[in-house]
């Protein structure tokens, strides 16, 4: 794992960057949905893979591997941008995202695709099976840990809350559950759909140690991301508070942006602002 310091940071938001724009880039040359889900998670898999995770790209498989699975698995492009620069794979690869016959589909898949370590999509799963790897490293005497990256909507799943039982009755500390809480869902707002609120206080009820932050801030994530666990005995939750379709002012907090693909002007309006604020 990376220490935390200016130098890491600048690191971490230099991959945000370049996944912002392999992200719309790819939903493009695709004509795939969900860039404004990708967009509003790309610094959490930023931070991850830059500040936090122990891991070994060019070893994959390494047993010793901290475990990311991104439950909200229609951000894939995110996390296959994320690997792809990080050194998992030629970012050429990415070219083929949503072709016909690709193996780089739209929902994040582990098949043939290295640093994927579950394939996603059905909301409501990732955290379940997350909690299985904590404690498969627990019962092993290891000390990787297990990160779920999970969307705010898919919490209406009752799945995550009998996931959240798990973790907690068997004190898994070396799971993390991070939110990308964007507060958008596919149609509507997550108040209007499924209100989740107190949402940091549902984590406490069920055992959680929690941790609420700028899901935007990379100092604030990797401090989050990184601490060893408050009590030994629990697992933790970061609740990051994020905005869908970041980076690109005219998706920024719209539900148009999580089934649109960006194309023509919109596509070279996207362009340009990520390049601006490079």
Same mark, same amino acid.
Not at 50 to 79: C, F, I, Y
């Given at each position: 794992?990376?220490? @935390?310091? !200016?130098?890491?940071?600048?690191?971490? @938001?230099?991959?945000?960057?370049?996944?912002?724009?392999?992200? !719309?880039?790819?939903?493009?040359?695709?004509?795939?949905?969900?860039?404004?889900?990708?967009?509003? !998670?790309?610094? @959490?898999?930023?931070? =991850?893979?830059?500040?936090?995770?122990?891991?070994?790209?060019?070893?994959?498989?390494?047993?010793?591997?901290?475990?990311?699975?991104?439950?909200?698995?229609?951000?894939?492009?995110?996390?296959?941008?994320?690997?792809?620069?990080?050194?998992? +794979?030629?970012?050429?690869?990415?070219?083929?995202?949503?072709?016909?016959?690709? @193996?780089?589909?739209?929902?994040?898949?582990?098949k043939g695709i290295p640093?994927?370590? +579950?394939?996603?999509?059905?909301?409501?799963?990732?955290?379940?099976?997350?909690?299985?790897?904590?404690?498969?490293?627990?019962?092993?005497?290891?000390?990787?840990?297990? /990160?779920?990256?999970?969307?705010?909507?898919?919490?209406?799943?009752?799945?995550?809350?009998? $996931?959240?039982? +798990?973790?907690?009755? *068997?004190?898994?500390?070396?799971?993390?559950?991070?939110?990308?809480?964007?507060?958008?869902?596919? =149609?509507?707002?997550?108040?209007?759909?499924? $209100? =989740?609120?107190?949402?940091?206080?549902?984590?406490r009820s069920f055992g959680?140690?929690?941790?609420?932050?700028?899901? *935007?801030?990379?100092?604030?994530?990797?401090?989050?991301?990184?601490?060893?666990?408050?009590?030994?005995?629990?697992?933790?939750?970061?609740?990051?508070?994020?905005?869908?379709?970041?980076?690109?002012? +005219?998706?920024?907090?719209? !539900?148009?942006?999580?089934?649109?693909?960006?194309?023509?002007?919109? /596509?070279?309006?996207?362009? $340009?602002? =990520?390049?601006?604020?490079?």
């Amino acid at each position: 794992m990376a220490g @935390i310091g !200016v130098d890491v940071t600048e690191r971490s @938001i230099e991959l945000a960057s370049r996944v912002r724009r392999h992200c !719309v880039e790819m939903t493009r040359r695709g004509r795939s949905s969900h860039v404004g889900s990708a967009l509003s !998670v790309t610094d @959490i898999l930023a931070v =991850l893979y830059t500040d936090v995770l122990n891991v070994r790209p060019s070893q994959p498989d390494w047993p010793e591997r901290d475990r990311v699975v991104l439950s909200k698995g229609h951000a894939g492009s995110a996390m296959y941008a994320t690997l792809a620069e990080s050194g998992f +794979f030629d970012p050429r690869m990415l070219d083929e995202h949503c072709s016909d016959g690709s @193996i780089m589909s739209g929902h994040v898949s582990h098949k043939g695709i290295p640093g994927v370590e +579950f394939s996603t999509g059905s909301l409501g799963h990732g955290l379940g099976v997350s909690a299985g790897m904590a404690l498969a490293a627990l019962r092993s005497n290891k000390s990787w840990r297990a /990160y779920c990256v999970m969307s705010d909507g898919e919490c209406d799943e009752g799945s995550v809350w009998e $996931a959240a039982l +798990f973790a907690s009755h *068997h004190e898994l500390s070396n799971l993390v559950a991070v939110v990308d809480y964007n507060k958008l869902q596919s =149609l509507t707002s997550v108040a209007e759909t499924l $209100a =989740l609120e107190p949402f940091a206080d549902k984590w406490r009820s069920f055992g959680f140690e929690v941790v609420e932050v700028d899901g *935007h801030d990379h100092d604030a994530l990797a401090g989050a991301l990184s601490v060893e666990p408050a009590v030994a005995t629990r697992p933790t939750a970061v609740i990051a508070h994020t905005t869908k379709g970041r980076g690109v002012s +005219f998706m920024e907090d719209s !539900v148009l942006w999580h089934y649109r693909s960006p194309q023509g002007d919109e /596509y070279e309006a996207a362009v $340009a602002e =990520l390049e601006v604020a490079r």
